[in-house]
């Protein structure tokens, strides 16, 4: 079994545990009655042509077992924002990211820009979750989802008033998003094999890439260079963890990845 199964195994037991402790009937309830107000992603890309940095909060990954295990999310939540991040990716997978949901819960209470919820989505419960924690957007990892999963949980995603980044790896994974109307489309070039990553993928696929979404470039970007490269080709949002993890100043960084004047 690869790891991305067996993380999927894992999330669906989790899922099951969470769903004795809070049924879906009282958590759409919850949801429904989340008073965080929508921050919209979307309406900040459309308003500003400059580079969006989606800033990740990640203690460790499958290949990274110390990425910043003692970092705190507030503190570094405020710092990305302060440093003009459009929004923030907040990990909730506990096994294998030392991600948890009070993360997002507390980040949310701390800062007013859209807040991703970064986790292994395969079930509507996980969206009403997503909407009772506060987030703004939720990940779709298109392979680890039929293309009809897909389209129903982008819809009823939506439907929640989430905006919705559908994550693909290859040509062939974009099959599965069809014509969904996803709003962002991300392209992960990390090799969830080897774990290694290769911007280059980006630049080759862009040409089989759905117009109806705004494409986000994935992993393993490492400074302006590798930004100015990507947005060059069109892309508009730019997912980051380890390096912004591993800054000394990460508020900074976000500015030099956008390009503003040092
Ligand atoms: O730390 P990096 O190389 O900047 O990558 C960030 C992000 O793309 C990566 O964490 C990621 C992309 N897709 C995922 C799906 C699940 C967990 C994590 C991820």
Request: charged share 25%.
């Amino acid at each position: 079994m690869d790891i991305l199964s067996q993380i999927v195994a894992d999330t669906v037991e989790t899922i099951k545990k969470r769903k004795q402790t809070l049924s879906l009937n009282d958590l759409q309830a919850r949801a429904g009655a989340s008073s965080h107000p929508h921050h919209s992603l979307k309406a900040k890309v459309a308003a500003d042509p400059k580079p969006h940095i989606i800033a990740e909060f990640k203690r460790k990954s499958p290949s990274r077992p110390n990425i910043n295990m003692n970092a705190d999310p507030v503190a570094v939540a405020q710092t990305y924002e302060a440093g003009g991040a459009s929004a923030m990716s907040v990990l909730t997978e506990p096994d294998y990211f030392a991600g948890a949901p009070e993360d997002l819960q507390a980040v949310r209470r701390a800062v007013a820009m859209p807040l991703l919820r970064k986790d292994f989505v395969v079930d509507p419960y996980q969206l009403f979750e997503a909407k009772a924690w506060g987030a703004d957007l939720v990940l779709l990892i298109a392979r680890i989802l039929e293309p009809a999963q897909l389209a129903e949980l982008n819809a009823a995603a939506q439907e929640l008033g989430l905006e919705t980044l559908c994550e693909v790896h290859n040509r062939e994974e974009l099959a599965v998003v069809g014509t969904t109307p996803v709003d962002f489309l991300g392209v992960n070039c990390r090799d969830l094999k080897k774990f290694s990553t290769n911007l280059d993928q980006l630049i080759d696929i862009v040409d089989d890439l759905p117009d109806h979404a705004v494409w986000v470039a994935e992993s393993g970007i490492g400074g302006r260079e590798d930004v100015a490269r990507l947005e060059a080709v069109g892309y508009r949002a730019f997912l980051v963890g380890e390096h912004l993890m591993r800054n000394t100043d990460p508020g900074a960084e976000i500015g030099n990845l956008r390009g503003n004047p040092a």
